[in-house]
């Protein structure tokens, strides 16, 4: 069993960065593709950032292309999501997610993603 935990939320304002992690236990991180995703206060959870196994091919939602970063250390078990120059409509609690078809570079699909973590609370401030 594959157990995600984020962590690197907290309160930022507009302009401010912050960087994420996410923690892959049980199984080496490696075996898989990870994305992140978030779920704004009354929305539907959506795509933000998927990186292949090997870091090899990366893919953002538009809104997010130029500001955030996704990056990976399989030696550390470990994705990042760098976001940039927030804005408060990035306030959202963010979830990892694994993927076993690791290969794939455009999974965007909720239903796509085999494990997820608990998430972590982005709050940007105006």
């Known amino acids: 069993q594959v157990q995600l935990v984020e962590s690197g939320g907290g309160l930022v304002q507009a302009g401010g960065s912050l960087r994420l992690s996410c923690a892959v236990s049980?199984?080496?991180?490696?075996?898989?593709?990870m994305g992140w995703f978030r779920r704004a206060p009354g929305k539907e959870r959506e795509f933000v950032a998927r990186?292949?196994?090997?870091?090899?091919?990366?893919t953002y939602r538009d809104s997010m292309k130029g500001r955030f970063n996704i990056s990976r250390d399989n030696a550390e078990n470990t994705v990042y999501l760098q976001m940039n120059s927030l804005k408060p409509e990035d306030t959202a609690v963010y979830y990892c997610?694994?993927?076993?078809?690791?290969?794939?570079?455009?999974?965007?699909?909720?239903?796509?993603?085999?494990?997820w973590g608990q998430g972590t609370q982005v709050t940007v401030s105006s």
């Open positions: 997610a694994a993927d076993t078809r690791r290969d794939l570079p455009i999974r965007t699909m909720t239903a796509a993603y085999d494990y």
């Open positions: 049980g199984r080496p991180a490696s075996n898989y593709a």
């Open positions: 990186i292949t196994w090997s870091g090899a091919s990366t």
